[in-house]
């Protein structure tokens, strides 16, 4: 230990290296899908809640009164304008935030993304999305990422964010938009798939079979979580799950998804629909038999 006090004293006598201390709203958004998935599967509230202060920190300094969000936040500042990868992947974030806690405010917030996303960056000519947004800084040549690096491209998370909305929210034009993305880029999928992987993971979901669960109930109640606990135990990749809560809950998103106005418990009782292309089997309450028709309609 001396020698280490010793070696750290004379280090302190030279310069420090620089550190880069920015906080970006994309890689925000990767963590935060991160931590919520990892809340959810492993059933531990602190991943939940880190990735609920992130969520919040963005909503305090990176996301605009206009509705739009800034790409970077540094010692207090923010700034720059924010980029395909932005809107993507902090929409990615919220949906997983959704569907480990199902608080509205995060699904309003990622179609909130979505529409901008597609105002902003879609190229309504040739299918995909831009990199920079349709008002962003002139340039000789508009770029467009769709290939996975080290990390996800935002256009492939676009794909794959459009068609979990559609999907959850009964939105079949919102995944035109998507398949019509991925279509622009069909040869070099086939030619590369390996450099595709996040694009072929929302066209998995996409081609299917998949199903949507939805499950009505107060989202309190133990047998609410009841159902909800078996449906996080299996791997079902190619689901999209949206709760349905009281009709006089505060938030219900029955305008978000009508659909869910239907949809109800029975004798008070939290309910399960399996559905498929929102085609939905008999309502159960018990966990047991929703599973089993999961299972009848593999995911």
Same mark, same amino acid.
């Given at each position: ?196 992987? !996040? @694009? &072929? +993971?929302? =066209?998995?979901?996409?081609?299917? #079979?998949?199903?949507? $669960? ?6 309190? /109640?133990?047998?609410?979580? !009841? @159902? &909800? +606990?078996? =449906?996080?135990?299996?791997?079902? #990749?190619?689901?999209? $799950? ?6 006089? /809950? ?5 305008? &978000? ?43």
């Amino acid at each position: 230990w001396r020698s280490r006090r010793r070696l750290f004293a004379a280090r302190e006598q030279r310069p420090r290296p620089l550190r880069d201390d920015k906080i970006l709203t994309d890689w925000n958004g990767l963590m935060i899908a991160a931590l919520a998935l990892a809340g959810r599967v492993l059933e531990d509230a602190r991943y939940t809640g880190a990735a609920a202060r992130a969520v919040g920190f963005i909503r305090r300094f990176l996301w605009r009164e206009d509705g739009r969000l800034w790409h970077r936040y540094r010692q207090g500042h923010a700034g720059l304008q924010a980029n395909l990868d932005d809107y993507a992947f902090l929409c990615w974030g919220l949906l997983e935030c959704y569907e480990t806690t199902f608080e509205p405010r995060y699904l309003r917030e990622a179609v909130q993304l979505a529409e901008q996303m597609i105002a902003l960056f879609e190229d309504a000519g040739r299918g995909g999305f831009f990199f920079t947004p349709s008002d962003g800084e002139p340039l000789l040549i508009r770029p467009k990422e769709p290939y996975d690096n080290a990390y996800p491209s935002g256009h492939s998370v676009a794909v794959l964010v459009l068609i979990r909305l559609a999907r959850m929210l009964g939105r079949p034009a919102w995944e035109d938009r998507a398949i019509r993305a991925a279509r622009a880029y069909g040869e070099a999928v086939r030619r590369h798939p390996s450099a595709f992987t !996040a @694009l &072929l +993971t929302g =066209l998995d979901l996409a081609i299917g #079979p998949s199903v949507e $669960v939805v499950i009505a109930g107060d989202p309190a /109640a133990a047998d609410t979580q !009841a @159902l &909800l +606990t078996a =449906l996080r135990r299996p791997y079902l #990749p190619r689901k999209v $799950v949206m709760l349905r809560p009281a009709d006089d /809950a505060p938030d219900a998103c029955f305008d &978000l998804a009508p659909y869910l106005v239907h949809q109800r418990s029975l004798e008070g009782r939290a309910t399960a629909y399996v559905c498929r292309n929102l085609q939905c089997d008999q309502p159960t309450t018990d966990p047991a038999v929703m599973l089993a028709r999961l299972q009848e309609a593999p995911a």
